[in-house]
């Protein structure tokens, strides 16, 4: 079974190109997108991750933490514990939101 670079072990649940995705946070035009198993123990059993073709991408991890980068310098990072709307900014430097890919 594969393992992100985090060494939690996970299944491929689904992935591909799409048209458009929908999320809170933004609502661009996409085109690529993969799902992942973590099983019922993680917190976020069923976490994604997509990119769009203006660079921006968006991660939801398996602590249930939350990753968007704009492509151009914004991201916002949501720790797992956070309460929905208490995300932190960072630049594009900061790497705090990494994820397996």
Same mark, same amino acid.
Request: aromatic fraction near 4%.
């Given at each position: 079974m594969p393992e992100d670079n985090r060494g939690n072990e996970y299944s491929y649940k689904s992935s591909g190109e799409n048209s458009q995705f929908n999320s809170a946070l933004t609502d661009p035009q996409g085109n690529h997108y993969c799902s992942r198993d973590y099983g019922s123990k993680a917190s976020n059993s069923n976490s994604y991750h997509y990119s769009n073709k203006d660079g921006s991408y968006y991660y939801s991890n398996s602590d249930g933490s939350k990753y968007y980068d704009t492509g151009?310098?914004?991201? /916002?990072?949501?720790?797992?514990?956070?309460?929905?709307?208490?995300?932190?900014? /960072?630049?594009?430097?900061?790497?705090?939101?990494?994820?397996g890919k």
């Open positions: 151009k310098g914004d991201a /916002s990072y949501t720790p797992p514990s956070a309460s929905a709307g208490s995300s932190q900014n /960072s630049s594009k430097s900061d790497n705090s939101g990494n994820s």
